[in-house]
């Protein structure tokens, strides 16, 4: 019962480095989800994609690319990291359609320097 | 901006009180979902309440809804030092689409 695996769970980066964040669930889900999260901000969507082939930006997509790999597979890219984008982060996925409840992964804490 | 804002920011109580957490919201809604974060862990669905109930139990958890007055509520009877967590609303606004918007949470923390 794995659910949503998140790769890796801790990174530290210097400014300008890149980097791309694995998420995989194994629900079969439709939907799938980056969100970060920061102290006294609660879960800020990034993006998502509503299903295989389709993604849309959410509330924070600047200095963020993502990839909808196939079904199971959704990763987000940072491709010239900065100190603002220190966080975690949070893949999940769910159903799809009328949104349900979501599955989350466990997350990844990073680090900008 | 955030769909949901939880109140108290933050809540202590004593093992076996009650602990209520309210959410409000500013635009029409499908759903709201409550969840809970163990400290350094993902997020864990609590409850669903579609936007056409008012109220909805699952075990010891209570959730009301109020359309009127775009609010919610998270009623934890009986509390147990397990329950010490953060709390989040989110919902899934009307014309949204398939996306969850969550609040700020309320950190929860339940004393021996």
């Known amino acids: 019962n794995a659910g949503v695996t998140q790769t890796p769970k801790f990174q530290v980066l210097k400014t300008g480095q890149s980097m791309t964040l694995q998420c995989a669930q194994d629900?079969?889900?439709?939907?799938m989800y980056w969100y970060r999260q920061d102290p006294g901000m609660g879960l800020r969507l990034i993006y998502y994609s509503a299903s295989e082939g389709t993604t849309d930006k959410g509330e924070v997509p600047n200095g963020y690319n993502v990839s909808r790999l196939n079904k199971r597979e959704f990763s987000l890219r940072l491709e010239s990291a900065a100190p603002s984008q220190t966080s975690v982060y949070f893949c999940?996925?769910?159903?799809?359609?009328?949104?349900?409840?979501?599955?989350f992964g466990s997350g990844t804490q990073l680090s900008v320097l | 901006s955030q769909q949901g804002e939880e109140d108290p920011q933050a809540l202590s109580i004593q093992e076996g009180e009650n602990a209520t957490m309210n959410c409000s919201y500013k635009?029409?809604?499908?759903?709201l979902q409550w969840y809970r974060q163990n400290s350094g862990r993902g997020l864990v669905h609590l409850i669903l309440?579609?936007?056409?109930?008012r109220e909805k139990h699952s075990g010891r958890l209570r959730v009301t809804l109020d359309t009127s007055k775009k609010s919610s509520s998270l009623l934890i009877t009986a509390s147990r030092a397990a329950d010490t967590a953060s709390y989040f609303c989110?919902?899934?606004?009307?014309?949204?689409?398939?996306?969850?918007?969550f609040g700020t949470g309320t950190q929860l923390k339940v004393e021996l």
């Open positions: 629900m079969n889900h439709n939907s």
């Open positions: 999940a996925s769910s159903e799809g359609g009328q949104i349900g409840k979501l599955f």
């Open positions: 989110a919902t899934v606004f009307t014309g949204g689409g398939n996306k969850l918007t």
């Open positions: 309440i579609r936007s056409n109930e």
């Open positions: 635009t029409s809604i499908n759903n």
